[in-house]
């Protein structure tokens, strides 16, 4: 059974920091391509950051660009998201999710397979 657990939400000021992890337990891991997505209460679920199976390429949206970096330890089976210089906007329930598609960046939702429970963050003005 697949699992993806999201942890290191939280409330922080903006122009702050955090970091997001995605626990999985996926055996092959390393052949996941991975992905972050957000959503904010009353709008749909948008695509943040992407990352391939051995982290050699990654993708952002616009509005995390320069901001937000993703990374990957595959020997800890986990994903980050490195988040710096957090505005009010990005306030939203974060969540990982696994597209079994290891050498391809996906943005949207439906390429991926598996989906953690997801994790608030808050930034406040």
């Known amino acids: 059974q697949v699992q993806l657990v999201e942890s290191g939400g939280g409330l922080v000021q903006a122009g702050g920091s955090l970091r997001l992890s995605c626990a999985a337990s996926?055996?092959?891991?390393?052949?996941?391509?991975m992905g972050w997505f957000r959503q904010a209460p009353g709008k749909e679920r948008e695509f943040a950051a992407a990352i391939n199976w051995n982290g050699g390429s990654t993708y952002y949206a616009d509005s995390v660009k320069g901001r937000f970096a993703i990374s990957r330890d595959n020997a800890k089976n986990t994903l980050y998201l490195q988040m710096n210089s957090l505005k009010p906007e990005d306030t939203a329930v974060y969540y990982c999710?696994?597209?079994?598609?290891?050498?391809?960046?996906?943005?949207?939702?439906?390429?991926?397979?598996?989906w953690g429970q997801g994790t608030q963050v808050t930034i406040s003005s």
């Open positions: 996926i055996r092959t891991f390393s052949t996941y391509a």
């Open positions: 999710a696994a597209n079994p598609a290891g050498l391809r960046i996906a943005v949207r939702p439906e390429e991926y397979k598996y």
